[in-house]
């Protein structure tokens, strides 16, 4: 299959693209580093031309949360109208388990606001939400860190490896549109303050890390509401195996 893969110099995206070559699909890179802007439009058309399937793991630089809803949802627009013109039949979205939830989470609202457009929209889809990623603890310890200290919420967490996302959105693509919202995480529940100061360690970093409701992760976020629900697919890679490889 041809699939364009939005967001295919990320994280998430090289190691989706790999995979996809690896099960033998031809790529179409979707990047502004490829030369394609999907907030602009430029070069989206003759991107999507042939394409039977995209992938969408884009990501946004905003930090407030009307930049983010602006920017995730024009991109959403951008890559479901060229879709609809190039005749793509798959539409795959990379969401988050639990984005109901978290409503002082402004990327959560940019979540929320692309899988109201990608359901309501022309092409054929499927939403994969994925837990928090391994280095989601010291990345969000990153945000509030300052003189050695970081207050991070003890967020009950079930992180899934970047590898085990690509794996599943590749295989996703492949197929015939879901239509439906299918979470995926990684094998075991972890803390997230706990995942923090292990992660810290691991690199030699020296964080002392403060617990708290009264960041961006509030207590609507407490309790059960971050793991997968129902029918979830789970990855194999540990928090402990991604550690034991040098936590990056
Ligand atoms: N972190 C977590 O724990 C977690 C958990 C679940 C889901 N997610 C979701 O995973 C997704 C991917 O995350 P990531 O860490 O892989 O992101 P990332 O490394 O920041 O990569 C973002 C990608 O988006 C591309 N991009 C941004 N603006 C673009 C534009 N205007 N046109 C075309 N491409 C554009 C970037 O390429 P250029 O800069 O070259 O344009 C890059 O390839 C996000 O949507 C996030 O919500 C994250």
């Known amino acids: 299959m041809r699939i364009a893969v939005a967001g295919a110099t990320g994280n998430i995206g090289q190691l ?11 790529i179409v890179p979707v990047s502004r ?18 394409a039977d399937a995209v992938i969408d793991v884009t990501n946004t630089s905003s ?12 991109i959403t ?9 190039a005749g793509v039949r798959h539409h795959v979205l990379l ?3 639990g984005i109901d939830h978290g409503q002082r989470v402004p990327h959560y609202a940019g979540k929320r606001e692309q899988e109201r457009l990608v359901t309501a929209g022309p092409v054929p889809w499927s939403i994969v939400r994925a837990t928090q990623f391994h280095d989601f603890a010291a990345m969000v310890a990153g945000w509030a860190r300052q003189d050695g200290t970081a207050t991070i919420a003890p967020l009950l967490v079930q992180p899934i490896a970047h590898g085990d996302v ?6 996703i693509a492949a197929g015939a549109p879901l239509r439906a919202v299918l979470d995926i995480a990684g094998p075991r529940t ?15 970093e020296d964080v002392t890390l403060v617990p708290t409701w009264r960041g961006i992760f509030g207590l609507d976020m ?16 540990t928090f402990d195996d991604w550690l034991a490889a040098g936590a990056r």
Do not use: W
């Not at 627009?77 to 013109?85: C, F, I, Q, T, V």
């Not at 690509?166 to 295989?171: D, G, I, Q, R």
């Open 222 to 237: 407490a309790g059960e509401v971050l793991l997968p629900g129902d029918g979830a697919r789970l990855g194999a890679t």
């Open 16 to 26: 989706t693209v790999a995979a996809l070559e690896r099960a033998g699909h031809q």
């Open 63 to 74: 930090a407030d949360e009307a930049g983010i809803v602006e920017y995730f949802g024009t």
């Open 190 to 204: 972890e803390d997230l303050v706990d995942m923090a100061r292990r992660t810290f360690g691991v690199r030699g």
């Open 166 to 171: 690509a794996a599943v959105l590749a295989e």
């Open 33 to 50: 580093k490829a030369g394609v802007d999907a907030y602009t439009g430029d070069g989206l058309d003759a991107a999507l031309r042939g």
């Open 77 to 85: 627009r951008n890559l479901l109208a060229a879709g609809e013109r």
């Open 95 to 97: 969401s988050i388990v």
